[in-house]
């Protein structure tokens, strides 16, 4: 009888303890699995914020090193001594000043400012093979997001004043030519840190800047 019991018990315990371990066995592969799936998700996310961190840096490095010339990627800026290449023409500041009158006065040939003119010297140089007609739509000045078109009665005191405004002048292929652009602007502007904008010729939305020296 004793040794029934013990037979009993032991087959007991043995079911017990294989009950256990199967149980155990069942929660130990959904922990792996929810494991592996967490690990899984990890790594992609991890990847894809590598892939955009990747994707950030490879802009930073392409706007950074973009170079003078606009493209559809690039929009060059540089400082008052630098030059910009934009459709073929090469553009560059010779000198900029400021003044609140232009041309002669005293026979009627100068214009008085409604603010303050700045008046930018630019030589452009071109690297197209045909002609070009540089008009006023090439030259703008921009201040805080603000666009400036060359002033139509300063660009006619320049003219009196023998200024050479860039106004429908052409430029032969591998000419260089130099000229005046005028602007009448508030002159709270002057402490803003104007820059002149260059424009594509035609309807192409590309355009560099040069940014103007301290002019206050």
């Known amino acids: ?3 029934w019991l013990k037979w009993v018990l032991g087959a007991f315990v043995v079911l017990v303890i294989i009950g256990a371990v199967a149980g155990g066995g069942d929660d130990e592969p959904s922990s792996s699995g929810d494991a592996d ?9 991890d990847a894809s914020g590598s892939g955009k961190a990747e994707d950030g840096d490879g802009k930073d ?31 560059r500041l010779v000198g900029v000043r400021t003044a609140e009158t232009l041309g002669d006065q005293e026979y009627g040939l100068g214009e008085r400012a409604d603010g303050v003119f700045v008046i930018a010297k630019i030589r452009v140089r071109s690297d197209k093979d045909e002609s070009a007609t540089l008009t006023d739509r090439v030259f703008q000045l921009e201040v805080d997001g603000n666009t400036y078109d060359p002033d139509s009665e300063g660009t006619i005191a ?12 052409d430029i032969g292929p591998d000419a260089t030519t130099t000229g005046t652009v005028v602007y009448d602007v508030p002159r709270s502007v002057l402490r803003k840190k104007p820059a002149l904008r260059f424009n594509e010729l035609g309807f192409g939305d590309g355009h560099g800047y040069i940014t103007l020296p301290s002019l206050d």
């Open 1 to 3: 009888m004793r040794k």
């Open 61 to 91: 490095k392409d706007d950074a090193g973009c170079g003078t010339s606009a493209t559809s990627d690039c929009t060059p800026r540089v400082g008052p001594d630098g030059q910009v290449r934009v459709d073929a023409l090469y553009y």
């Open 37 to 45: 799936k967490a690990t899984t998700s990890e790594t992609r996310e």
């Open 158 to 169: 320049a003219v009196g004043a023998r200024e050479e405004p860039f106004f429908l002048k």
